[in-house]
């Protein structure tokens, strides 16, 4: 999946020279957080609604002004952009390491789009599946060739459809499996697991 499949466009935008407090009457009209600043058609900051409450809270020393300060005197003008195919894991690893909360999205100095965290929430929805009818399974792997290959044969033996499956390192030489499949009978599905020796984590053993 890649940013262009979950960026939001058109984008709403304002100028340096609009206000704080229009720009925070728009944010809250719009439902949003953030507003890139374009200026002749380019990029030159953006504004989030938490740099307006910082920006005209009294502990501010040039004191509270949303009416007459300027959003171009208070913008970030050092932009962390994305590109439209860039993938969304790509973009979900800048997003935390910068402690932002999006990207405007530029292709060929051209604002496109824009991504934001509750997009990248989005994405995860999608790449799981997990909003359609499904059942889940994690079973810890060695971490070695073709452990996965004899999980997904394992359940293509027995009809199973994967409708998702995402791995990622647990501890040194394992990795975890979160698997969703097209049956909800994922406890008898886990015990057949079991007995062919996988370690199933979810679901958990029924108390009989």
Not at 8 to 30: C, S
Not at 107 to 135: F, H, M, N, Q, Y
Request: net charge negative; hydrophobic share 40%.
């Amino acid at each position: 999946m890649l940013v262009q499949d979950v960026m939001r466009f058109p984008v709403i935008t304002v100028e340096p020279g609009v206000t704080l407090e229009e720009a925070y009457r728009l944010l809250l009209e719009k439902g949003i957080r953030h507003l890139p600043v374009m200026e002749e058609g380019r990029l030159v900051g953006i504004i989030t609604d938490r740099d307006i409450r910082l920006a005209t809270s009294h502990p501010n020393p040039k004191g509270p002004c949303p009416g007459c300060t300027q959003v171009g005197e208070v913008m970030t003008r050092e932009v962390v952009t994305a590109h439209p195919l860039d993938p969304v894991e790509e973009a979900a690893r800048v997003m935390r390491e910068r402690k932002i909360g999006s990207l405007p999205v530029l292709e060929d100095g051209a604002l496109v789009g824009i991504v934001t965290g509750i997009d990248l929430l989005d994405a995860l929805l999608k790449l799981t599946r997990v909003t359609e009818p499904s059942g889940r399974l994690e079973v810890r792997l060695p971490d070695r060739v073709g452990e996965l290959f004899r999980l997904t044969g394992f359940l293509a033996k027995r009809g199973v459809n994967i409708h998702s499956l995402l791995s990622y390192p647990e501890e040194e030489a394992f990795v975890r499996a979160v698997v969703r499949v097209n049956t909800l009978e994922t406890h008898l599905l886990a015990e057949d697991l079991r007995r062919e020796g996988f370690e199933v984590l979810w679901p958990p053993r029924k108390p009989w």
